[in-house]
């Protein structure tokens, strides 16, 4: 079975706003993402995106509600579920990575859009083949946006150093891929750094924008840690407001954005 449509994510989609969506750093993490879109003027004038792994919908109801027209796809039924739910008049379907390059949609949208790892469930190969399928689609100047964890974060290891999880310092830096635990299911993820990502799109496309989406903002798996010690995570958000805009602390967050435009 294709990973990008393990049901393993199904018993996540119940209680994914509860976990990332909403919770305190999931909801300043979407603000770094909103942040570096404005700044590209994405929300300036109605398109009409692609959306990849699109979860339970919040970023789909968002852009439809500033005008664009979305089309929100995911690998797991539930989620899709719960995205239509979300709003009856979102245009939201099952849809895997595999099955990108035979969707007509993609051709007829001037952006597409993959938030908070979801580009993270492919290997490096799988993540080439994403690239050229989707060069083929896209038309000069239209957009494909990814938010992707890479394969360092500093702020984790810094956590996992104070808390003496030696262990778990650089677990994201290795071969191949991490069991990730999602809502109890075990998920093979693989990160991909900023380099891999750009030298994949080198050829096709123009690289518009690479930030960091939280170089100093912790996983959300630290949730429950930061909401004993709110004044830790508000230090930490002002410390990302500030710094945030140097290109190459993207290889040490816990996600970067990355924008590139087609050729």
Known sequence: MNRSIDPSFDSAAAT???EFTFSEIGKLQRER????????????????????NC???YDAQFFTERGHSVIATDGSEQMVK???????KLTVYQRNFNDISIDDNVRKSDVIFSNFGGLNCLSAAELATFVDDTALLQKKDDLLIAVIMPNHCFIADVYHLMKGK???V?????KGSLEVDVNGEKIRTYYHSPNRLTGLLRDKYCIELKKPVAAFLPP?????????????????YSLERIFGNLNFLSSLADHYILVAKRK
């Open 16 to 18: 994914y706003d509860d």
């Open 33 to 52: 993402v909103y942040y570096w879109l404005d700044k590209l003027h994405f929300f300036k004038q109605p398109q009409t995106v692609f959306e990849v």
């Open 55 to 57: 979860g339970t919908g």
């Open 82 to 88: 719960v995205a239509q739910s979300r709003n009856s």
């Open 166 to 168: 030696f262990k778990q």
């Open 170 to 174: 650089g677990r994201r830096n290795k």
């Open 220 to 236: 959300s798996y630290l949730e429950s840690f930061f909401k004993r010690n709110p004044q830790v995570l508000n230090g930490l």
